[in-house]
């Protein structure tokens, strides 16, 4: 428990579950005459202390170090999972679980690793789920995940699952918030809520390998009744996240960086093609201000509307309307043209002539065909019967 030092609904859960074993009741009895327990109460004790809400004094995520832990920067994991690895040839191992806290989503839930696997074995791992869902007031079926994600390869659940092929592998979930159903909906989950959800793991542990095994036989007929194919549910569950949202969060800022850029990137051109729009109409009323009007063939200040005209390439065209200057700049950018089209590119030793581009039109300006198409559709709305 406790590899994020802000989930404290973990020791909660984590305490519920110590007190019921060492408890005196008779189902306390089986459960340790028949099982043998290795409980890490706090996995990340150091970030605790130092009041990290998830990381370690590394600065890392210690879920999304279980596939290659670091002696000397995950000792906790390191040493967990050389001793789950150890203890696993002298033992069968049948199940694994840790503990988070959700602050996002409401009940308490758990996160599973689908086997997909046909016959006899299909479903197993959500049969655990599904009994302890029975014996408690807060734990919600439905909330529950097994599907394996790419991102959450790296964490205890997965790597346990897959190393150590325990299928009743799990992460259970506790909601920062409160239950949606049951005597306690809409009500917020307090500390003996917790305590309760380890003793109700406890209880349905004693379900679980009960000699009499009818209940899970029962519980396996419902699961098959409720997906009848492997891949049928799997959309319907929840989103798949491992521990606390906080990756959702983030998931979900990246998107919203993206969106926000783009968002950005469209109000900056619409912002140009407004400019841009604004100085023609501008120029526009300029010219029939202008003595002689607009038919005076681009005089005055008319003549600003001839830039954005198209026109034809080459020093003929270019000189029309436009200054000297602009006119040079035409004829060198020809010139240029000319050379590159009689110059031969060498490929793999053999000399291939560059074919002559076709002959294209040139805008005044700088800006696209499609933004030119689309300022004259404006101006033409904005001021009809205009020659633009």
């Not at 706090?42 to 004094?57: A, E, T």
């Not at 999304?64 to 995950?74: A, E, F, K």
């Not at 010139?335 to 590159?340: G, L, N, P, S």
Request: proline share 4%.
């Amino acid at each position: 428990g406790r590899v994020h030092p802000g989930e404290t609904q973990a020791s909660w859960m984590m305490k519920g579950f110590i007190d019921f074993l060492t408890g005196p009741s008779l189902d306390a009895k089986v459960l340790r005459d028949n099982f043998v327990f290795k409980i890490v109460p706090m996995l990340n004790p150091d970030g605790v202390i130092n009041g990290n809400y998830r990381c370690s004094l590394s600065g890392q995520d210690l879920n999304r170090q279980w596939q290659d832990p670091s002696r000397t920067l995950h000792p906790t994991i390191f040493y967990t999972k050389t001793m789950l690895k150890r203890f696993q040839q002298d033992r069968e191992v049948v199940m694994y679980c840790d503990l988070h806290g959700h602050s996002r989503k409401k009940n308490v839930f758990v996160y599973g690793c689908d086997s997909k696997k046909q016959g006899l074995t299909r479903l197993k791992e959500r049969i655990f789920p599904r009994m302890l869902w029975k014996n408690s007031e807060t734990f919600s079926f439905s909330d529950c995940c097994f599907k394996v994600q790419r991102c959450k390869e790296s964490t205890g659940r997965v790597v346990v699952w897959r190393e150590c092929d325990i299928v009743n592998s799990y992460t259970l979930e506790a909601s920062f918030a409160g239950t949606n159903f049951g005597p306690k909906c809409g009500v917020h989950m307090n500390v003996k809520d917790f305590e309760n959800m380890g003793h109700a793991f406890c209880d349905t542990m004693l379900d679980f390998w009960d000699p009499d095994q009818s209940k899970v036989e029962q519980v396996h007929r419902e699961l098959s009744v409720l997906y009848p194919d492997t891949t049928e549910g799997q959309d319907g569950d929840s989103s798949g996240e491992d521990s606390s949202s906080d990756d959702e969060g983030a998931s979900a800022r990246r998107k919203k960086g993206k969106g926000g850029k783009q968002a950005k990137g469209n109000q900056r051109n619409n912002k140009q093609l407004a400019g841009v729009m604004q100085r023609a109409i501008d120029s526009r009323k300029a010219a029939a201000s202008a003595p002689g009007g607009e038919g005076q063939g681009g005089k005055g200040a008319g003549s600003q509307i001839e830039n954005i005209k198209r026109v034809p390439s080459g020093a003929g065209g270019a000189g029309r309307g436009r200054s000297a200057q602009q006119a040079a700049a035409q004829a060198r950018k020809g010139k240029k043209e000319d050379e590159d089209t009689g110059r031969e590119v060498t490929r793999g030793g053999k000399g291939i002539r560059a074919q002559p581009p076709a002959e294209q039109d040139s805008l005044g300006i700088c800006y696209s065909k499609s933004l030119m198409a689309r300022i004259t559709e404006h101006v033409h709305k904005l001021a009809p019967g205009s020659e633009f």
